[in-house]
């Protein structure tokens, strides 16, 4: 199993600009969730998926989208980049057992907005 | 509502110190606990876990107990080494709920030799 995997790993955007970040995972798991990280702030929860169709808005949702269409992929859209999305992004995906929960991080886009 | 609280960083140890991460926590049902690790470039990834009361966690020679009593879940290590060097945290997720993964802020350890 590949896990959770993200494209790209780097991106630097003008202000305005927009772009899709990737996320996948091939563990089957239904729920996913994107975070951004920023220092001294932890990790923040932008949006999340319940499974196929449906999603939420996390803590900071504002200036993001997401879509479900598939278990497998789970994009995040910034529609008009602003430098306050400079951040790191992380999606995971979590397995679901009787009793516990478990979320699994992929490596990581970094986004510079200029 | 759900929160963690951990010890602020930045801290900086010298090789075969003791280590001791503070996290505590406030949770509206019956949370399980983890702490996650963190090293330079990188993503992250789970260090340990405990899911319910008086559970001890522990992998590569770090250790956590879940304390119910305390609402505590605090992170040791008898002797750090320079790969120790890393961000840590501790997060919670109560299930039942919205089951989502909430993190403390993040402690960041250096280890000088």
């Known amino acids: 199993n590949a896990g959770v995997t993200q494209t790209p790993k780097f991106q630097v955007l003008k202000t305005g600009q927009s772009m899709t970040l990737q996320c996948a995972q091939d563990?089957?798991?239904?729920?996913m969730s994107w975070y951004r990280q920023d220092p001294g702030m932890g990790l923040r929860l932008i949006h999340y998926?319940?499974?196929?169709?449906?999603?939420d808005q996390g803590e900071v949702p504002n200036g993001y989208n997401v879509s479900r269409s598939t278990t497998e992929d789970f994009p995040l859209r910034l529609l008009s980049a602003a430098p306050s999305q400079t951040s790191v992004y992380f999606c995971?995906?979590?397995?679901?057992?009787?009793?516990?929960?478990?979320?699994?991080f992929g490596p990581g886009t970094r986004l510079t907005v200029l | 509502g759900n929160s963690v609280t951990q010890m602020e960083g930045p801290v900086t140890l010298s090789e075969e110190a003791f280590l001791t991460i503070n996290c505590t926590y406030t949770?509206?049902?019956?949370?399980?606990l983890f702490w996650y690790v963190q090293y330079p470039g990188e993503g992250l990834q789970l260090l340990l876990k405990?899911?319910?009361?008086?559970d001890k966690g522990s992998n590569k020679g770090f250790e956590a107990t879940y304390r119910k009593e305390t609402t505590s879940f605090h992170l040791e290590k008898g002797s750090v080494q320079v790969s120790d060097s890393a961000v840590y945290f501790c997060?919670?997720?109560?299930?039942?709920?919205?089951?989502?993964?909430?993190f403390g802020k993040g402690t960041k350890l250096t280890v000088n030799p």
């Open positions: 949770a509206t049902g019956y949370p399980s």
């Open positions: 405990a899911t319910k009361a008086d």
């Open positions: 563990m089957n798991h239904e729920y």
């Open positions: 998926s319940v499974g196929a169709g449906i999603t």
């Open positions: 997060a919670l997720l109560v299930q039942g709920g919205s089951e989502k993964l909430v």
């Open positions: 995971a995906s979590t397995l679901r057992a009787s009793g516990y929960n478990e979320q699994f």
